[in-house]
């Protein structure tokens, strides 16, 4: 588990060994391993605890809390995965005489900063811990750091300045704005860069100003060019929900330990934020999607067999929607997916991105619905929704949808006509659901970024009655909208070809 590079191989790992070995086996390995300073160990010792039975793993991590015998990072690694992973709270009475914790919390801290410059997700886990661990701990560990050369403190603070609460994040940014004035001023200002994409707005703006203030005194950022960083981006969903993947291929030469290849992926949705990220670092040419030309495909296999295609984009298309995502998810939440956390500096390092005219006016008043009334014909718009529907980068809004379940009474086999007339009385009651107005909003941001999915890959006519599709939206009830009328159809189809089938 020590060695493992992200929190699905972490979590992964725990689970083979919860089901290898019996539970009083893993547990007894659990309490020996107590010790250990290593923050990426304490995070794999957590998940098998979560995995065990809570009445024979709680007893045992609360005796080891409170027996003074132990050394004070058992103690204190015992409470953490009791609270953390168990979801059991451990009474200040039996902490309350570790006052010298904070040699041991400095030598834990040095550990994962040393096995950090090698697997940096080590230091991901530390923060982590760290966030659940309180704001006293935070501001402990940056007065830690101060102990560690400069250029050993800015990577932990970089994450720290990610947190979700808003004055450990300050304190974090203050201290790389003197680190920044340091032997470390490089590295500072890189950090404060990213950080100033990437965190939100009011924090940004802190980022922002500092690194103002550090011009002013001659210290610049300048971003270089993001040679080697590629973009893939999968269709929309009928949600506007899109795999974006950023590749950054190793240098000639690289493998093992040595390779340079990362990859940051993400699900984001331009209206509703990030929903999800993982990434990975010293991965081979191999590893990674073989490389295209903007607007060729790429065949992603998946684990259930079924494969995806991903389209080449520009690499600036891809950061300009991530920031997009990121306006939306600052207006609903405060908390960012972890792993986009670690791996943001792939893609927030570099100048603020650009796209082409055309590309972004697909996104133009996106949310302006005192445009003018659309001017096509039920008939043009009914041709536009079947011939798009037709692309095969629409084969995801086909697929089975809740919206064709409304009515659970219906048959369990229908004529062609009485799906139809079935599929009217969906469309009919949408008129009067309370989600109406969410569903309009979500296939226009899938519309749109079908549109500009298809443009880039040079489907342009495609693009267009995407695009036309999305525009009328606001001007269509339920009932008379075509693309609607059309994906109701076809999850019955579907679902009537299963019942056959069955």
Request: charged share 25%.
């Amino acid at each position: 588990m020590a060695e493992t590079e992200t929190e699905e191989e972490l979590q992964a790992a725990a689970q083979a060994i919860a089901e290898s070995y019996s539970s009083d086996l893993i547990l007894g390995e659990i309490v020996k391993r107590l010790d250990t300073p290593n923050s990426q160990l304490r995070g794999g010792l957590g998940h098998l605890a979560a995995l065990l039975p809570p009445e024979e793993v709680v007893p045992v991590l609360r005796s080891a809390v409170g027996d003074r015998r132990n050394g004070a990072q058992e103690r204190i690694t015992a409470a953490l995965l009791l609270e953390r992973f168990v979801g059991e709270p451990v009474p200040a009475a039996l902490l309350s005489d570790l006052s010298q914790s904070n040699e041991v919390a400095f030598q834990s801290l040095r550990e994962a900063v040393g096995d950090g410059k090698f697997n940096r997700h080590i230091l991901l886990e530390y923060a982590v811990q760290m966030r659940q661990a309180g704001g006293d701990i935070a501001y402990l560990v940056m007065d830690l750091l101060d102990r560690l050369p400069e250029s050993d403190r800015v990577e932990l603070l970089r994450l720290v300045a990610l947190d979700d609460r808003q004055a450990v994040a300050a304190a974090a940014l203050d201290r790389l704005e003197r680190l920044a004035q340091g032997e470390a001023g490089p590295q500072a200002l890189a950090a404060l860069h990213t950080l100033h994409f990437v965190l939100p707005p009011a924090l940004a703006s802190v980022a922002e100003r500092s690194l103002r203030k550090l011009r002013f005194s001659g210290l610049r950022y300048e971003p270089p060019e993001p040679h080697g960083i590629r973009c893939l981006i999968s269709p929309a969903d009928m949600g506007g929900f899109q795999s974006i993947w950023f590749v950054r291929m190793p240098s000639a030469g690289g493998a093992g330990q040595n390779a340079g290849g990362a990859l940051l992926g993400l699900i984001a949705n331009g209206r509703t934020g990030l929903a999800h990220a993982f990434g990975r670092e010293r991965m081979a040419a191999e590893e990674l999607p073989p490389l295209r030309a903007a607007g060729e495909t790429v065949d992603i296999p998946a684990r259930d067999g079924h494969g995806a295609a991903m389209l080449e984009v520009p690499v600036d298309f891809g950061r300009w929607r991530v920031q997009a995502a990121l306006a939306a998810h600052w207006r609903t939440s405060s908390e960012l997916p972890d792993e986009f956390r670690l791996y943001c500096d792939l893609i927030a390092r570099y100048a603020a991105p650009e796209v082409s005219p055309e590309l972004a006016a697909i996104f133009a008043g996106e949310l302006d619905e005192d445009v003018a009334p659309q001017t096509q014909s039920a008939h043009d718009l009914q041709t536009d929704a079947a011939s798009l529907l037709s692309h095969p980068a629409m084969a995801g809004w086909l697929r089975p949808h809740g919206l064709f379940t409304l009515r659970q009474e219906r048959p369990p086999r229908m004529s062609a006509a009485a799906r139809a007339a079935l599929a009217r009385t969906i469309l009919a009651e949408l008129e009067e659901h309370p989600e109406k107005e969410l569903l309009r909003q979500a296939m226009a941001e899938g519309l749109r970024s079908q549109a500009a999915w298809l443009l880039i890959a040079d489907s342009r006519e495609q693009s267009d009655r995407a695009l036309r599709l999305a525009r009328a939206l606001p001007h269509l009830p339920p009932s008379g909208n075509p693309l609607l009328a059309l994906i109701v159809e076809a999850g019955l189809n579907t679902s009537q070809a299963s019942d056959d089938a069955g």
